[in-house]
């Protein structure tokens, strides 16, 4: 590697020279805001008569492709990009005659210099090549074919600014020239034995913003030879970023929940990829890996699209979207490939599906966390084949699975379901799931559908409280001596809301106003007003007949699955450390930890187990913990205590529920996520075992 201080124009300048962005780059993605900056340095070196303006660094190497000077761009592509931006700009102003320099040879100087090879043999003489997504918007402006302007591309767009500002004339072209001339960087060559994968990781962990797909595009790319690189991208990569609508970053998480059967963190994606390639029990082939990624890619964009199936299921994967459902992903992935291999029909997509929803929205209105979904989805589709038979139904497997389901995780009930709904404050529910229920109460499975999404999100109709939040001496003489328990119990139930457009007509109106006026209740068109237009009076009675009438239609909208199916072998119920479960007197059988299973028979053995994985990550936590407290470790070995490592000991003659508090303990030390961590109780043994197990 060989570095040096030097001006960008020098470095740039060169009548062989041209720089390559290699498809491993990311796109041009500079926003307004550093190209202000930019300007706004170039500006006050102009005016501060600054000798030079330190612009970073450029790191780049020989493309190793004949006798030209041809350079691949490592770091320093977005940068460099915007400068060229700023010289098109000049020269394409210059051209139109809409700022005339003063120095005759400018336009000629820079175009020579800094954008065209004139002298190339190639059709293409730009001195500077960006990727795929982002060459022909920026050949364009080079040749300032304005009618062939992508305006939906980023180089268009912050070319058009410096174009715009240039025009504002705070300096002079030739004092912008010079302004750039002074822009200094430091300029470090890769020589042949250097690695440019290690070094781009190493500049891109300070801090610079690159995305998690960004960093895996280039862990993919970049140890490649250039013909390589242009096949792996043009047949593999691309075809990602354009059936995923670029959101690769969240299409790979999924995709690896689906193979490793846990969530990576979101900040955590590039390294999880990277070890997921590089298991030393199984290493993966990245171009296997990457067909098979394209694969699951093309299913991402019909779920997530929802066009390409029968009316009736892209209706239900619209709703699941309207519910922010984005963790349910690897398991449609999975189910989907699953479901076109085996040819499955309408009525399987239905059934899996609708019971998704019925689960998902029963846990959401019962009050259930969404960590214990992250689990269940991950691993769902596998669980389901492991039940499975060959004539079995997939649809009645997986409703046999969710139904057993328990504490945290479980499937909820019609009784709970009905607890939690009609009594639940809806009016304070998040915004996306309220817009998602009244929209399902509205329109129900109707084919004449009124837009309430789109309605709720522009303002147009809004949630009305058909008795008032400001409840009037009116109301009070309506609703009875009781009128003050009545407005405390329903005020902000399902029965009490309903959907309106004109919620500053009603205010604090009497009911009767409220039904008869212009655009009241009997004026309105919507399904949910249909009772509440017919009434005379709003008091507890109707209260409790609407609420009735909106359970009914709920056990209809969100059906309890049910199936008859029971499996042959019985399999090990699977309890995770963060639910909310009694583990005394039950036998384990296995543990799972980061997504790998161990074989165990007591619970002394699961807790030293983990105890010495999790000091393996790392083992100063646990230390501290031995600081902290002598009851659960020890330094030294003891009756009933069990090694871990030199000099930690842990306590393992205690019973089962406080071996769980220990691993709660530790799990809050390390800061991992207690979902990480389940227990395999086998569910034919309920006899009562010893507690010293």
């Known amino acids: 590697m060989k570095g040096q201080d030097r001006f960008l124009t020098e470095f740039i300048d060169g009548a062989r020279n041209r720089f390559i962005i290699p498809v491993y780059q990311r796109n041009y993605d500079w926003k307004k805001v550093n190209c202000t900056q930019l300007f706004n340095d170039l500006v006050k070196t102009a005016k501060c008569n600054k000798k030079s303006h330190f612009f970073g660094s450029v790191v780049y190497a020989s493309a190793n492709n004949g006798s030209r000077n041809d350079y691949l761009i490592i770091d320093g592509q977005q940068r460099l990009t915007s400068i060229t931006l700023i010289l098109a700009a000049i020269v394409n102003l210059i051209k139109e005659g809409t700022i005339v320099p003063q120095n005759q040879n400018l336009c000629k100087y820079i175009e020579e210099t800094f954008l065209i090879d004139r002298y190339n043999p190639a059709e293409r003489k730009m001195r500077l090549k960006l990727i795929k997504n982002d060459c022909n918007a920026f050949d364009n402006i080079i040749l300032n074919k304005k009618d062939n302007f992508d305006h939906k591309s980023n180089v268009t767009t912050n070319y058009l600014y410096f174009y715009e500002r240039i025009q504002l004339k705070e300096i002079t072209l030739e004092e912008l020239s010079e302004a750039l001339d002074k822009l200094k960087i430091i300029d470090i060559f890769l020589e042949k034995e250097d690695e440019p994968q290690s070094i781009f990781e190493s500049l891109n962990s300070t801090g610079l913003d690159l995305e998690e797909s960004d960093k895996i595009r280039n862990y993919v790319l970049m140890g490649l030879d250039a013909d390589r690189q242009e096949e792996y991208y043009e047949n593999y990569w691309n075809p990602i970023e354009k059936l995923t609508n670029f959101k690769v970053s969240a299409f790979v998480r999924d995709y690896l929940s689906l193979k490793q059967g ?129 004539n079995d139904n997939y649809s009645d497997v997986f409703i046999y699975i969710l139904l057993n389901k328990k504490s945290s995780s479980k499937y909820p009930d019609d009784v709970e379901f009905k607890q939690a709904l009609l009594t639940r404050n809806v009016y304070s529910m998040n915004s996306k799931n309220k817009m998602y229920l009244f929209n399902r109460f509205e329109n129900r499975d109707s084919k004449e559908k009124v837009e309430v999404i789109k309605n709720m999100t522009e303002g147009t109709f809004s949630v009305e409280h058909i008795m008032p ?56 068109n919507l399904r949910l007003n249909g009772y509440v237009s017919k009434c005379d009076k709003w008091g ?26 029971e499996p042959i072998i019985q399999f090990p119920e699977v309890h995770p450390l963060d639910e909310d479960f009694i583990f005394k007197g039950k036998i384990i059988s296995s543990f799972t930890f980061m997504g790998i299973q161990y074989k165990v028979t007591a619970w002394s053995d699961m807790i030293v187990d983990v105890a010495k994985l999790i000091y393996e990550i790392d083992s100063t936590p646990l230390y501290q913990l031995l600081e902290e407290n002598s009851v659960d470790f020890s330094a030294k070995k003891e009756t009933w205590n069990r090694l871990i490592a030199e000099g930690l000991y842990i306590y393992t003659a205690n019973d089962t529920m406080t071996k769980i508090r220990i691993l709660k303990k530790i799990f809050s030390k390390y800061e991992f996520d207690e979902s990480d961590l389940e227990f395999g109780i086998p569910i034919q043994l309920e006899t009562t075992i010893s507690e010293e197990n």
């Open 262 to 390: 846990r969530i990576p963190v979101i900040d955590n994606v590039h390294p999880t990829f990277k070890e997921f390639i590089e298991n030393p029990k199984a290493p993966m082939d990245v171009q296997k890996v990457l067909a098979e990624m394209v694969s699951y890619a093309k299913i991402y964009q019909e779920f997530t699209q929802a066009t390409k199936y029968t009316p009736k299921v892209c209706t239900i994967l619209k709703r699941l979207t309207q519910m922010d459902m984005s963790i349910i992903n690897s398991f449609l992935m999975a189910f989907f490939k699953y479901a076109e291999d085996k040819n499955e029909q309408e009525d399987a997509y239905l059934k899996v599906l609708s019971t998704i929803e019925s689960f998902i929205f029963r846990r959401m209105i019962c009050s259930y966390g969404t960590n214990a979904l992250n689990k269940i989805f991950c691993t769902l589709h596998k669980d389901v084949m492991k039940l499975k038979s060959e």
């Open 540 to 565: 507890e009675d109707e209260l409790k007949t609407r609420r009735s009438q909106l359970w009914l239609l709920a056990t209809d909208l969100w059906k309890f699955s049910i199936t008859t199916f």
């Open 469 to 524: 939040q400001t409840i009037t001496e009116q109301w009070k003489r309506d609703l009875g001596p009781e009128y003050e328990r009545i407005y405390n119990d329903w005020l902000n139930t399902l029965a009490n809301l309903t959907l309106t457009g004109y919620n500053s007509k009603y205010k604090n109106r009497p009911f009767i106003e409220k039904r008869d006026i212009k655009d009241g209740f009997k004026d309105s």
